[in-house]
């Protein structure tokens, strides 16, 4: 089983639709969970940032964590063109290694 | 504010060839990390320095060697150069928690060099 399960996509929406993109993960001694956003041939930006379970919000972004489902979200109000992007939700226990998915691409179109 | 500055920024190499790639961190960020980045994968850990010291191995080749100086930058030598080596190579540093020493999973990248090998 891979450490980390993420939906490639691609994801497609309307401009000002809700996006909700999801991870899910096995190791439990996880305790750091990270959204980056990717764009293309750059290098991943940290968007949410979250250390417990529960939700974190930032702006239109939501970072929601469920330990005990071993799964996070991200959830994107009011979506718009510039949000198209990779969207990779990442990992850590102590800071050494980061597991990464495989990212879910979006695109939000006009 | 600072970020994480990579070169060169395009790397183009022959097959059995060697390469450098450069990073230099976020000034006072005391972790690198570098990561290799195929087409269309995620990003794949190969290795990390703590305070100039290796931290953590992942999946570097053992023609793959790096080293962080004395001046914090670090890089990242290739030799022997395969054409499955063509990747996207990030660097990326972070910040102990001062208190605890602990690493958070705040992550800085910078905006890679690609290398191709012909």
């Known amino acids: 089983q891979k450490e980390v399960e993420q939906d490639p996509g691609p994801l497609s929406v309307p401009e000002g639709a809700i996006v909700s993109l999801n991870c899910t993960y096995s190791?439990?001694?996880?305790?750091?969970f990270m959204w980056y956003r990717q764009y293309s041939r750059k290098g991943p930006e940290l968007l949410m940032y979250t250390y417990s379970s529960g939700n974190k919000e930032d702006g239109r972004f939501t970072a929601q964590v469920d330990k005990s489902s071993k799964y996070i979200s991200l959830f994107i109000r009011d979506s718009q063109p510039s949000d198209s992007a990779t969207y990779l939700c990442a990992f850590t226990n102590t800071g050494n290694q980061f597991y990464f998915g495989t990212g879910t691409s979006l695109t939000v179109i006009p | 504010a600072a970020g994480v500055i990579q070169s060169p920024r395009h790397l183009i190499k022959e097959k059995r060839e060697t390469a450098t790639l450069k990073c230099y961190p976020i000034p006072r960020h005391d972790t690198v990390y570098w990561y290799q980045q195929g087409p269309g994968q995620d990003p794949q850990f190969l290795i990390s320095?703590?305070?100039?010291?290796?931290?953590d191995k992942g999946s570097i080749p053992d023609r793959f060697s790096a080293q962080q100086f004395s001046d914090y930058h670090s890089e990242l030598n290739m030799s022997s150069l395969e054409l499955g080596d063509s990747a996207l190579y990030f660097c990326a540093s972070s910040l102990s928690e001062r208190r605890t020493g602990v690493r958070t999973g705040e992550l800085f990248f910078g905006e890679g060099s690609r290398l191709t090998v012909l």
């Open positions: 190791n439990s001694a996880f305790q750091y």
């Open positions: 320095f703590y305070e100039k010291m290796q931290s």
